[in-house]
Every structure is written in structure tokens, then in C-alpha cells.
């Protein structure tokens, strides 16, 4: 166990020196803090990482969706101004995206707690939250 650790610690290090953008080491990180939370065995984690790291990328790619960065861009003011036309448009992406989101979530649930157990699934999410707060708090500490 101790050397599957060491081995994707290794791995997430290397390719923090060669990430191409924040998104990739933030990536690394949290894959790194969630693995090092749910101790799981070489074979639970050969199958876990690759499911989880395409859910996560799946999830950022919906965060990054025109509806999602249109909410958090537009000032409440702006939003009063839409046409019916125009609102009705946006509440159905939003309503599209929210469905997506959910989705997505559910389903890796679904597929990872086949592999990594129940009481992990917690772990994972107990994990994920820490990790967020975890650098939220160091980036208002930059700044």
C-alpha cells in the first residue's frame, strides 16, 4: 500500500512539473488527497483513478458550459432586462445543465461505489469538500 502511494505521488509530482495550467495541477492535487483519504488497494485504485479523474474533467467541462459561465458572469440587473424569449431560452439550458450535472454525479456514484464501497464513497466526498475548502481558503489567503 505504502508503495502505491508512493508510486502516485510520484506520478502526480511528475506531472505537476509538466502540467500546462493550474487545472492540471489542481487536478493532480486533489487526486492525490483523495487517494491518500480512501487508502485503497493497488487493484481498487488501478480502476478507481481512471474512472474518477474522467468524471472530474467531465464535471469541469460542465462548469465551463455557456449557461453556467452566463449565470455567474451576468449582473441580476442584466438578467431583468431578458425578453421572455430570451429567459425562457436560459432556463432551459439551465434546466439542461442541471440534469447533466446530476447525471453525471449519480452515475460515477453508481459505478465507483462497485469498486470502491460505500463507506468510501463517503470518504470521497468528505474528501472532495476538504480538498475545495482546502484551497479556497488558500486563495483568499493570496490575495
Keep these: 500500500m505504502k508503495h502505491l502511494l508512493s508510486i502516485i505521488l510520484a506520478l502526480v509530482c511528475s506531472t505537476l512539473i509538466y502540467a500546462q495550467d493550474n487545472h492540471d495541477q489542481i487536478r493532480s492535487l486533489k487526486v492525490a488527497h483523495i487517494t491518500s483519504e480512501l487508502k485503497l488497494s493497488s487493484d481498487q485504485a488501478d480502476k478507481f483513478l481512471p474512472i474518477y479523474i474522467t468524471y472530474d474533467k467531465k464535471m469541469s467541462e460542465l462548469r465551463h458550459t455557456d449557461i453556467f459561465r452566463y449565470i455567474k458572469n451576468t449582473d441580476i440587473e442584466d438578467l431583468s432586462k431578458l425578453s421572455d424569449r430570451e429567459t425562457s431560452k436560459k432556463v432551459q439550458e439551465l434546466i439542461d445543465f442541471e440534469e447533466s450535472y446530476s447525471s453525471t454525479r449519480v452515475k460515477f456514484i453508481e459505478d465507483a461505489k462497485k469498486i470502491i464501497g460505500e463507506k468510501n464513497i463517503?470518504?470521497?466526498?468528505?474528501?472532495?469538500?476538504?480538498?475545495?475548502?482546502?484551497?479556497?481558503?488558500?486563495?483568499?489567503?493570496?490575495?
Design 122 to 143: 463517503l470518504v470521497l466526498k468528505k474528501a472532495e469538500d476538504d480538498f475545495n475548502r482546502k484551497l479556497l481558503k488558500k486563495y483568499k489567503d493570496k490575495k
